[in-house]
């Protein structure tokens, strides 16, 4: 079953709220109005999850009431897109960007389906008096949406936590939607909640963020490369 929230209203758009959703049926010359419903179990729908839906691209999370209907919630008047993308683990990580002003993407584990522009955003990155709000987006992607970041930010060094701002929920009360790796105000990377980075990779992140390591790395660097001038420059 297909659900078309832009145009259930008469033609055009569902409003802002929840709707309960009812099937009209017809059997033997008789109407009749049903309820929607599932087995009774209250909460997220087992076979579907959030969407981004039409173009400007709104958030519909569909799910069961307490008496089992299904109802759909059209841009977080009751239920928020963080607290449904929680339960599922997302253990994807930003793509290798080729310049580190481009901004990064995460992957997210919901459902696309908007063919036009994005739902404008903010994220907050950080904790306490040192975090800070940059303007973000949710992007429809050829698998799902993404969440996109400005690849150049004034942001604390090292992984914080990346909290989503929506236009109809300034403050969400639930856990981090993701978390960045940041160095020098540059975004390096964002990870989903689950990702598990090597030993390696943390090591390198943890040395990325101290300012006397990449001091010592820059000056090494740059004997290295002098040294490499100079025996080019020798005479054979």
Request: aromatic share 2%; glycine share 12%.
């Amino acid at each position: 079953m297909t659900i078309d929230s832009g145009t259930l209203a008469g033609g055009k758009a569902l409003e802002r709220g929840v709707h309960d959703v009812w099937a009209f049926v017809q059997l033997l010359g008789i109407d009749r109005l049903v309820r929607l419903s599932g087995d009774g179990t209250p909460g997220p729908t087992a076979q579907a999850g959030p969407a981004l839906v039409g173009s400007p691209a709104r958030i519909a999370i569909p799910y069961w009431t307490d008496r089992g209907q299904l109802a759909l919630d059209m841009d977080e008047r009751q239920r928020r897109l963080t607290d449904e993308l929680h339960r599922t683990a997302n253990a994807a990580r930003s793509p290798r960007r080729q310049r580190s002003a481009m901004p990064a993407e995460l992957p997210l584990p919901f459902v696309a389906q908007s063919d036009g522009p994005g739902l404008e955003a903010r994220v907050r990155i950080g904790e306490g008096k040192k975090a800070v709000t940059v303007p973000a987006e949710l992007v429809p992607g050829g698998s799902g949406p993404v969440l996109r970041v400005a690849g150049r930010l004034k942001a604390p060094s090292g992984r914080q936590p990346v909290t989503l701002l929506t236009a109809n929920v300034p403050k969400p009360k639930g856990g981090p939607l993701a978390y960045a790796v940041v160095r020098d105000g540059r975004l390096v990377r964002l990870e989903g909640p689950a990702y598990a980075p090597g030993a390696g990779q943390r090591l390198l992140d943890s040395v990325g963020g101290n300012r006397q390591v990449r001091r010592a790395r820059r000056r090494l660097l740059g004997a290295v490369n002098r040294v490499r001038a100079h025996r080019g420059a020798a005479p054979r």
